[in-house]
């Protein structure tokens, strides 16, 4: 069975200061990773996915992660953290095509608070 | 673009009323995903379409849930009757896939906030 881990409730940061939001994961086969935010009162929003290649995928507002098959892990991470970037974040796994498909399934979240 | 429309925004009813939610997806989308979100959770799956047919609703409770996309564009997800545990996020999302692989990310709406009193 699939299944995702997000170890933190809540990551706080200083503005400015690098960001990292962990993500763990549990496929049979191979996984399709994705990172989502959910801004208040908000819908979520795809920040960036792995499905195949290169291990470090680039996505939007500066965001990065790092996909890691031998730690099953997929964690978000940005250089720079802006205020702005406060919100819930979402890691999520799906077991890759063996000739049926795979819901998504998703972790429970982890809330990024960059201080000032 | 218009991203994926939903509605209402918000929904308070008594317990044992039925409710209605009303998704857009993205245009062109084939496929269309009603999630459920409680709070301080992720979503969860309740069912999938993809163009009219619903081809994943394992987890769509259904005994009160059930769920209609006429014409492949256009869904409603229906509570009858509401119970006091129903309270959460109910989300739609659409995606556009093209092979079985299901490797495209999904597009989210704002959701509708649903209180049973």
């Known amino acids: 069975a699939q299944s995702v881990a997000q170890p933190e409730d809540q990551v706080n940061v200083a503005e400015g200061n690098p960001l990292t939001v962990k993500c763990t994961y549990s496929v049979s086969g191979n996984p399709y990773l994705f990172w989502y935010v959910q801004y208040p009162n908000r819908g979520l929003q795809f920040l960036l996915k792995y499905i195949t290649g290169d291990n470090l995928v680039k996505g939007s507002y500066g965001f990065e992660a790092e996909f890691n098959k031998s730690q099953t892990s997929f964690h978000l991470k940005k250089p720079s953290a802006l205020v702005s970037d406060s919100a819930l974040y979402f890691c999520?796994?799906?077991?890759?095509?063996?000739?049926?498909?795979?819901?998504?399934?998703f972790g429970a979240g982890t809330r990024l608070a960059v201080h000032p | 673009e218009a991203g994926v429309v939903q509605s209402p925004r918000y929904k308070i009813i008594e317990k044992k009323q039925p409710v209605a939610f009303w998704c857009n997806p993205i245009s062109g989308h084939n496929t269309l995903y009603w999630y459920l979100q409680n709070l301080g959770q992720g979503p969860e799956l309740l069912i999938r379409y993809e163009n009219e047919e619903a081809v994943d609703d394992s987890q769509l409770p259904k005994d009160r849930f059930s769920a209609e996309r006429l014409k492949g564009v256009d869904s409603t997800l229906k509570i009858q009757p509401a119970e006091l545990g129903d309270s959460a996020v109910y989300l739609c999302?659409?995606?556009?896939?093209?092979?079985?692989?299901?490797?495209?990310?999904?597009?989210f709406g704002p959701g509708t906030r649903l209180t049973v009193l």
């Open positions: 999520a796994v799906r077991e890759g095509f063996s000739g049926g498909y795979n819901k998504l399934i």
């Open positions: 999302a659409s995606s556009l896939e093209v092979d079985p692989t299901g490797n495209n990310e999904q597009f």
